[in-house]
């Protein structure tokens, strides 16, 4: 990957209610592209500070300028393409909530969500105290762990709120309550496809029974609530494969019994052996 600037700070920091996995900061040149890469357990903050791109979640594209800060969740596919007259210059933040109530309340924000321009926001407060945290993880003083509590802690506060605030749009109009609840469980089985042990536990993020679920989601779709979630899971794992990693390590990260249940599930979903579906590396330096 061609860039002018790299900076990545990957080093895992835990703090009070959360891990930072990765901060950093990349310049890109004209002819940058951050090829597809799988988020695990981890929200990610691009923070666009100047130029302008475009950042892909699955197939979906969404326009970046200066000011944008795009939010990724857990589950994600995500890819950068910098402009070719302007090129990108952005900031990076990535991070894996640990406390048990700040991991609620960001499922719940995260589950309202729909569409590219929900996961933009603007608010310049983050992007100062982003900066100011790769700050203080490059020049760290005997009272770091203290400061970047205190950056976090507000950084993560800042950031609910404007997730509220996204999450609290009305419904479109054209926009039945039953496409729309079988689009948060599509939206909830994307983001935790490392951490859905059940689909039953769609029932309790909803307050549905199951049975209510599975039968609106096959009335409204045409498919099943089990054949979606095979299909995100081994989609999920058909890229991280392409990053590299081992088929054990992937059977483990998706949840499979044994490498040897997951390679017979991805052969009987592509019609190949993982082991031997492996395409060209892909260059995810700029982040995880």
């Not at 039968?215 to 392409?242: C, H, I, V």
Request: with cysteine.
């Amino acid at each position: 990957m061609e860039r002018r600037y790299h900076l990545d700070i990957r080093e895992v920091l835990p703090l009070k209610d959360l891990s930072v996995i990765q901060m950093g900061r990349l310049h890109c040149t004209e002819r940058t592209v951050v090829n597809p890469h799988l988020h695990l357990d981890w929200y990610e903050l691009t923070v666009v500070t100047e130029g302008v791109g475009t950042v892909y979640t699955g197939d979906v594209p969404t326009r970046m300028t200066a000011g944008d800060i795009y939010v990724s969740y857990p589950g994600d596919a995500h890819a950068i393409v910098s402009d070719e007259e302007m090129p990108l210059k952005y900031d990076f933040f990535a991070f894996r909530p640990t406390e048990e109530g700040l991991i609620r309340r960001l499922e719940e924000l995260s589950l309202r969500r729909h569409g590219g321009d929900a996961r933009v926001i603007r608010d310049d407060r983050i992007a100062h105290l982003v900066s100011n945290a790769i700050a203080e993880r490059c020049s760290p003083e005997e009272d770091s762990p203290a400061v970047m509590e205190a950056i976090v802690l507000q950084l993560t506060a800042y950031l609910l709120r404007d997730l509220a605030s996204l999450s609290s749009e009305k419904l479109p109009t054209h926009v039945g309550e039953g496409e729309y609840l079988c689009f948060q469980l599509m939206n909830y089985i994307d983001t935790h496809l490392y951490s859905l042990s059940n689909l039953e536990e769609l029932a309790r993020v909803t307050g549905y029974h199951y049975s209510h679920l599975s039968a609106l989601f096959r009335k409204t779709t045409g498919g099943t609530l089990s054949d979606y979630s095979r299909t995100k899971r081994l989609g999920a794992a058909r890229l991280l494969l392409q990053e590299g990693r081992r088929v054990g390590e992937v059977a483990e990260l998706l949840g499979y019994s044994s490498a040897y249940a997951f390679s017979k599930a991805y052969r009987n979903h592509f019609g190949v052996s993982p082991r031997t579906d492996r395409p060209s590396g892909v260059d995810s330096a700029c982040d995880l």
